[in-house]
Structure formats: structure tokens, C-alpha cells
């Protein structure tokens, strides 16, 4: 979850730091190669890199979930994925949302329980095609902190 201040309690610059944090972290991502699979897999260091900046970038948005959910009153889910379901069911994402950006949450699931079976091929379908839902996700999260 988002890191508290001194008090225990979430401040705007912890959310800011998150914020900026996901920023930095689209960019590099952008910077890997990603014209072609075997580009791309050509230096172990693309596949390291990707692994960790996917995953950090999930966990930021699950984060701006939790804090979503918790500033709109929303009991706190069992599942990160829960996350997103309880904000759709309030009517906070579009309806499929959980459907649609949920894999991405069992993505960052999957790196850290099972980090030694990531298929690089998803790594790579990540970045270079579904990177764009992390960004969208991304910009609905902050327009309801900016409602809540």
C-alpha cells in the first residue's frame, strides 16, 4: 500500500511520489527496444528491466486503488483485483474494467510469487502492447482522486 507519513496516515506527497514514480517508470519503459521479440530478448538486462518496472508500475496503480477505494469509503478487498471490481461496481471505471486491466494485477502477482516462470513473451506483449492500459488506468485513477 501507499507509504504512510509520520502519523500513519497517507499524504499528498506520498501520493504525488507514487505519481511521479509511475512517470518515470513509463518512460524507461518506452526506452526499451521493442521492434522486434528477438531485439528486444537480444540483452538480458531488456527482459530484467521490464520485469521490474511492470511490476513496480502495477503495484503503484494497486496503490492508487487502495487509496481510491478507501477516500470513497469502499470496504478494503481481499484481492488487489478486488480493487478494481469494487471501484467498477460504484460506477468509478467503466464496466469491464476489472476484466480488462485485471490480468495486469495477476501480472505483478505472478512476478513476485512465481519469478522464476515469467514467460518473456508476455513480458514483451506487456510492454509493447498492453502498456498502453497501465497509462489509461493510470490517468482514470488520478481523475478519481481528484473526484474523491
Do not use: W
Not at 521479440?37 to 538486462?45: G, I, L, N, Q, V
Not at 527482459?47 to 492508487?64: E, F, P, R
Not at 469502499?74 to 476489472?98: C, D, H, N, Q
Request: proline letters at 7%; hydrophobic letters at 40%; aromatic letters at 10%.
Amino acid at each position: 500500500m501507499l507509504g504512510p507519513g509520520e502519523d500513519g496516515a497517507v499524504t499528498r506527497d506520498d501520493i504525488q511520489a507514487k505519481i511521479e514514480y509511475f512517470r518515470q517508470n513509463v518512460e524507461e519503459l518506452e526506452g526499451l527496444p521493442q521492434s522486434s521479440f528477438d531485439e528486444f530478448m537480444s540483452d538480458p538486462r531488456n527482459l530484467k528491466t521490464a520485469i521490474y518496472l511492470l511490476q513496480t508500475s502495477v503495484q503503484v496503480l494497486i496503490d492508487l486503488c487502495g487509496y481510491s477505494g478507501a477516500r470513497l469509503g469502499l470496504p478494503t478487498p481481499p484481492t488487489s483485483r478486488g480493487y478494481l471490481e469494487a471501484i467498477e461496481s460504484r460506477g468509478f471505471l467503466p464496466p469491464g474494467s476489472a476484466d480488462r486491466f485485471g490480468p495486469m494485477f495477476a501480472f505483478r502477482n505472478r512476478v513476485v510469487h512465481l519469478y522464476d516462470r515469467i514467460d518473456p513473451a508476455i513480458v514483451y506483449a506487456l510492454l509493447t502492447q498492453e502498456r498502453t492500459d497501465l497509462v489509461e488506468l493510470f490517468g482514470r485513477l488520478l481523475d478519481l482522486l481528484e473526484q474523491a
